[in-house]
């Protein structure tokens, strides 16, 4: 299933947001940038290429709520989560196992672990519907799973460190 994209009266992604503004944007923009093999997004802007993470409410109203996720949808969850488990890396210095459990429908789980701690478990629902209102949402949801599991690595540091 295809997503709605911007329409003629406005962009879907607002300009004025800067996109390489946090540290958990920038490493999602350097997950994007790894996997431009041919060099088709070189002369893109950061906010072109973050465009795919946004869905207005109204976008969102035209997605059917039962539907499969298409292949682009899953690539968008996983970066989204490696970049997620990559930045509690960069802040914990530990190093964190992702897991995705994915079912054809667009349910399913993602679990972070390091060593015996459990940092993040969040189910996954009607994952065709995979986005953020603005790239400012989509910044502040990645850095509070980010803070959010380092404080559980900070809480329980030897389970964590085991």
Do not use: N
């Not at 350097?30 to 997004?41: F, P, V």
């Amino acid at each position: 299933m295809k997503r709605p994209k911007a329409t003629a009266d406005g962009p879907a992604v607002d300009a004025d947001e800067t996109a390489p503004a946090t540290p958990f944007l920038k490493c999602l923009m350097r997950q994007i940038r790894a996997q431009d093999t041919y060099g088709m997004w070189e002369d893109k802007s950061d906010a072109d290429l973050l465009a795919d993470f946004i869905i207005t409410k109204e976008q969102r109203r035209e997605i059917p709520i039962i539907g499969d996720p298409d292949p682009d949808v899953l690539w968008r969850l996983q970066i989204f989560y490696t970049c997620v488990a990559l930045v509690i890396e960069q802040r914990s210095g530990l190093v964190v196992s992702s897991t995705m459990m994915m079912s054809h429908e667009g349910f399913g789980r993602v679990v972070l672990t390091t060593g015996r701690l459990v940092v993040l478990s969040k189910t996954l629902r009607d994952v065709h519907r995979f986005g953020f209102d603005t790239i400012g949402k989509l910044a502040k949801v990645g850095a509070k799973l980010v803070d959010d599991a380092v404080a559980a690595i900070e809480a329980y540091p030897d389970v964590a460190r085991a």
